[in-house]
């Protein structure tokens, strides 16, 4: 069985994604409006009874803007580490929050959601895989820097929403203060491009049909750019730009596919050393 996976939002001004299939979906984050999430689900055909939960990887608030409108008008479930949902109160609101552990599963109808730890500046920051019939779906954003959880995970990916935040040239002469770059670049922040891409070209599967550039800085990073860097690189993987602005296609993704185009020749490694000028 196939899983729909899109961005409904990627950014520093809200982050929302969708993976389901034909009967069950999850969002993992929801850091946009209620009334703005449904009219990017609205234009995609995407159906709110769907949904069967919301996943929360953190605390931030471009995370979790709209978490409370959305699980209380639609009485959804919300999970996230205990910890996350205290910080973020999400806890008092009895009902409607799930406490869950990292490297444990959770059934969500067909499918099957497992919360991996990560670097990130917040109390108990996750990401997620979710799967279905052995289809893999990773959403690796707001990573510090790439460590084994990383690396493991996403090995097992068929498709991978990866952070992709900023240029390294960009960031250092820009004009952020010292210790905002500091927080972005010092390793419990984001991941750069150099990083996304070394992770994508050393570790992914051959499996992999389809990569988000997500979580784009919009001070600190140009789309096109990242966008041709990873497409140079790309082989049987489909490399979609997550827009801050709105809404993705709506991609099916597919283990079987997956396996049918990894009989295909695959492109030779390459490691990006030097940032984008």
């Given at each position: 069985m196939a899983l729909g996976v899109c961005s409904i939002a990627s950014g520093s001004n809200g982050n929302c994604y969708y993976i389901g299939n034909e009967h069950d979906a999850i969002l993992v984050d929801a850091g946009i409006s209620c009334r703005e999430m449904e009219k990017r689900m609205l234009r995609l055909q995407l159906s709110m009874a769907r949904?069967?939960?919301?996943?929360?990887?953190?605390?931030?608030?471009?995370?979790?803007?709209?978490l409370m409108a959305v699980a209380k008008k639609y009485n959804l479930p919300v999970y996230s580490t205990a910890s996350t949902l205290v910080k973020s109160r999400i806890s008092a609101h009895s009902g409607i929050s799930c406490p869950l552990r990292v490297n444990e599963e959770v059934s969500i109808g067909s499918l099957t959601v497992t919360a991996f730890s990560k670097f990130h500046d917040a109390v108990d920051p996750c990401s997620f895989i979710v799967q279905c019939n052995g289809t893999r779906v990773g959403v690796f954003t707001d990573i510090g820097k790439v460590c084994s959880e990383v690396i493991r995970n996403f090995k097992q990916c068929n498709a991978v929403f990866l952070e992709t935040n900023y240029d390294e040239t960009m960031l250092i002469n820009g004009n952020y203060p010292r210790h905002l770059k500091n927080r972005i670049s010092g390793g419990q922040g984001h991941l750069s491009n150099v990083q996304a891409f070394n992770l994508f070209t050393q570790h992914?599967?051959?499996?992999?049909?389809?990569?988000?550039?997500?979580?784009?800085?919009?001070?600190?990073?140009?789309p096109q750019l990242v966008q041709d860097t990873f497409r140079q690189e790309a082989g049987n993987t489909k490399i979609i730009l997550a827009s801050r602005y709105a809404e993705t296609e709506l991609y099916h993704v597919s283990a079987t596919l997956a396996s049918l185009s990894s009989l295909r020749p695959q492109p030779r490694t390459a490691q990006l050393e030097l940032a984008f000028g």
């Open positions: 949904v069967k939960g919301i996943f929360i990887s953190h605390e931030h608030s471009d995370h979790i803007y709209g992914r599967s051959s499996g992999l049909t389809h990569l988000f550039l997500a979580h784009l800085s919009k001070n600190n990073n140009c």
